[in-house]
């Protein structure tokens, strides 16, 4: 599975983005997607994940109903609607894939087998 992370960019406080991870491969509507994000100076962060089929998503207190993360398996691509966005959601996102997850993993990287190339996305104030 090759991943592919864009709809990044320099928005101010309160906009909206939406990011996208297109991916190729036979097995990404069989794969979980998670999307991470690492700001400067700082660990990567687990933000949002979707199972195989869609219907569990997952989400990092911070970010729990400011963003949504859905997929379009015919279109081989996950989205991460990104509302309400703060200065503190500045940092580089990646999507990231993997099969055969179960729940509590979603939300650790070393789990996932396919990165991205990450997306940077600025909050200004």
């Known amino acids: 599975v090759q991943l592919q992370a864009s709809g990044g960019g320099l928005v101010q406080a309160g906009d909206s983005l939406r990011l996208s991870c297109a991916a190729s491969?036979?097995?990404?509507?069989?794969?979980?997607v998670g999307w991470f994000r690492q700001a400067p100076g700082k660990e990567r962060e687990f933000v949002a994940a979707?199972?195989?089929?869609?219907?569990?998503?997952y989400y990092a207190d911070s970010v729990k109903g400011r963003f949504t993360i859905s997929r379009d398996n015919a279109k081989n691509t996950v989205y991460l609607q990104m509302n309400s966005l703060k200065p503190e959601d500045t940092a580089v996102y990646y999507c990231?894939?993997?099969?055969?997850?179960?729940?509590?993993?979603?939300?650790?990287?070393?789990?996932?087998?396919?990165w991205g190339q990450g997306t940077l996305v600025t909050v200004s104030s």
């Open positions: 979707i199972n195989w089929s869609g219907g569990n998503t």
């Open positions: 990231a894939a993997a099969r055969g997850l179960v729940p509590n993993n979603l939300r650790v990287g070393i789990y996932y087998d396919y």
């Open positions: 491969g036979r097995t990404f509507s069989g794969s979980a």
